[in-house]
């Protein structure tokens, strides 16, 4: 059995997710059969081709080497979330993002895409790389999806419309190169998610040219949200305020529903969530529910014995 979990934020969670990979290493007897971690997804801010997630910071060469390094030589891959939907012929140049995937360009890495642009460029440019049709694109129909699924990609995450729509998913090809978004904090069918992921989008380009121009100066968000998604209450939602929403897929349907039929990829969202709702998050869907509160006091002792979470 693979129950195989893609995870938040490789940059900004670095010690979150290394300790949690080394806990899971070291210690199987905390988490439920098949846990596997599939990969940390992410990107190095700023990053131009980022998209889904507005993410802003600055991180060095040196930090994306160590980063890269600590969690492949744990061969565990980093999956780049180059899902911004608004690029253009001249973004395909950016020297920061072609600079990553350079560094990262050893067989073992991998990259989300939504824009057919940049696709066709890293195909050609980067073929290294396995690529996961993303979230992004929203394929909200069983005619999508399947139609997705005939392309060459290594996984292809369904639109998380479709969770629990078991009527479509059973009969669905290549189960086990399918993804669900288990946790999304979006309102079900939300008839604004599309346009976000453009004003994102927008949003990651704007920030990027201005960080060069301007790198001393704080970046403006409010005048790139036209559409004031940035104050959208959804994207606060914590774990325990998602799970009655018809797209949440429990810990207990995927081992008694999801594995059985065939599919085995679950991606965790929390790129831009607090560190302490990561760790209820994790603790939720992997760890085994009877040892669930060991289990995360066990991870808080081994961050706080790192510097990695002060309590004072």
Partial sequence: MKVRFHLPDFS???????????????????????????SFYGVFPPCMWNGGRSQGGNTDKNYMK?????????????????????????HLSDERCNMMLHLADNGMNEVIVASQLLEDYIRSEFPK????????????SKEALVAELEKDYHVVVADYDLNNKFDILENLPRKKDIEFLINACCQPECKGRSQHYKDISQQQIAFCNHIKKYPNVPFDLEKYDPNHFSSCPYSKRNIFEIRGLK??????????KYVPMGF?????????????????????????????????????????????????
């Fill in 66 to 90: 160590a980063v890269i390094k600590e969690f492949n030589d744990r061969g565990i891959p980093l999956r780049f979330t180059f899902t911004n939907i608004m690029l253009e012929k001249k």
């Fill in 129 to 140: 790389y396995k690529l996961t049709s993303s979230t992004c694109k929203r394929l909200d």
């Fill in 247 to 256: 797209t949440h897929i429990s810990p207990e349907a995927i081992w008694e």
């Fill in 264 to 312: 085995e990829q679950f991606k965790i969202e929390g790129r831009t969530a607090s560190t302490l709702n990561k760790i209820e998050t994790y603790m939720y869907y992997m760890a085994k529910p009877e040892l669930r509160e060991e289990a995360r006091y066990f991870l808080l002792n081994m961050m706080e014995d790192s510097g990695a979470l002060i309590f004072t």
């Fill in 12 to 38: 900004g969670s670095f010690k979150l997710n290394l300790l949690f990979a080394e806990m899971l290493k070291n210690h199987p007897e905390y988490f439920r059969e098949g846990v596997e971690i599939a």
